[in-house]
Structure formats: C-alpha cells, structure tokens
Antibody, heavy 121, light 107 residues
C-alpha cells in the first residue's frame, strides 16, 4: 500500500523558512518522480514543484522559483521542500504527491494528507 | 502556461442523475489530461488519467472523454458519495496546471 506522510508545516513569520518532508512507503521510491502541490484555504490546487526519480531533474512554478527548493533522499525514501522568504500568499496545505513515472511531466497517482503552512506575523 | 477552464463552477444535481463536467484547455494537451475528486478535509484522489482511463479502484460510473482542448468527465448515475469538488490537470507541458474546479452539490 502506497503511503505518503508529510511533516514540517507550522506557523512562520513572513520572510521565514521551513523545510517540509514527505516519508514514502509501499513503492520503489527512486523509480518515480515526486511533486508538491498546494492548496490555499478555500481555493483550488496549485502545482508547486516536481523532481525526477533520480533527483537529476527539478521543476518549479514561476510563483515559487528562486524561493523553494525541492530535493529527495532515495536512501531514506523521503522527499523535501525547502521554503525560504515566505510570504502570506504561501499559506496553504502542502501535499506530497507520487508521480506516474520516473521523469517528465506527470499525473499524481497518490497523495499524502497534507501539511499546513501558515505565514503570519 | 496552459490554462484549464472548468465549467460549470457549480453543478447542482440529485442522486441518480447524470453529471457532465467540462474542462477546456487554452492549447492542445493531446490526451494528457487527468481528473481528480476532492472531498472536504481530504486529499485529492485520481479518477481518470490520459483523458479516458480509469484509475485503480475507481467505479465504472466515472468515465472521461476528449482530446486536444475539450474534455468531459461523466458520472453516469450519482451516488451520495460523489458530491465533491472535481479538478482537471494537464501534463502536456511544464508547468503542470490544474483547472479551478467544479463543485458538484446535492440539489
């Protein structure tokens, strides 16, 4: 059974930083691209970032480019999102999602339950 | 960036009725379109991928069609658990994009 468990969310001041983690199990982690998708309160889904199975390819939405860094540790079956220079508009539930293949554009076969990031002073 | 426009924004129907949801892309996405269902307080769930393929464990009442720029998600006979928000998503080009969602509510 595929399981994705996010952690690391919380309340942070504008300009602050957080590192989100996603622990994966139930599949061969290194064989699949992974992604972060966020959802602001009461709003729709917004793709944030993706990383290939090997970690060699990374992709970002324009809204987060230069502030967010996606990475993965295939030895630990864990996906990360380093979030810097946080803004109020980054407030959202951040979902970890498993991609449908190792690289390239993907659909999201499985999703975690999300971790809430709140940016406020 | 490919913009996905879903219609209607809200659809009010009764259990047992047929639901037809639309997703239109600003340029061709071939068949690289997926549909997701999201219930309150839950993560999204993949329903349909590559326009017309049902994901694992999805009931047969859910079907998808279309290619290019126009896509449809059809629920043949609504069950009470089907009332939720539905999103389309394209994987034709980076950045990956989602539609704004259609809320399916009980009439």
């Amino acid at each position: 059974e595929v399981q994705l468990l996010e952690s690391g969310g919380g309340l942070v001041q504008p300009g602050g930083s957080l590192r989100l983690s996603c622990a994966a199990s139930g599949f061969i982690f290194s064989s699949y691209a992974m992604s972060w998708v966020r959802q602001a309160p009461g709003k729709g889904l917004e793709w944030v970032s993706a990383i290939s199975g090997s970690g060699g390819g990374t992709y970002y939405a324009d809204s987060v480019k230069g502030r967010f860094t996606i990475s993965r540790d295939n030895s630990k079956n864990t996906l990360y999102l380093q979030i810097d220079s946080l803004r109020a508009e980054d407030t959202a539930v951040y979902y970890c999602a498993k991609g449908s293949r190792a690289s390239g554009t993907i659909r999201f076969d499985y999703w975690g339950q999300g971790t809430l990031v709140t940016v406020s002073s | 960036e490919i913009v996905l426009t879903q219609s209607p924004a809200t659809l009010s129907l009764s259990p047992g009725e047929r639901a037809t949801l639309s997703c239109r892309a600003s340029q061709s996405v071939s068949s690289y379109l997926a549909w997701y269902q999201q219930k309150p307080g839950q993560a999204p769930r993949l329903l349909i991928y590559d326009a017309s393929n049902g994901a694992t464990g999805i009931p047969a009442r859910f079907s998808g069609s279309g290619s290019g720029t126009d896509f449809t998600l059809t629920i043949s006979s609504l069950e009470p658990e089907d009332f939720a928000v539905y999103y389309c998503q394209q994987r034709s080009n980076w950045p990956i994009t989602f539609g704004q969602g259609t809320r399916l509510e009980i009439k």
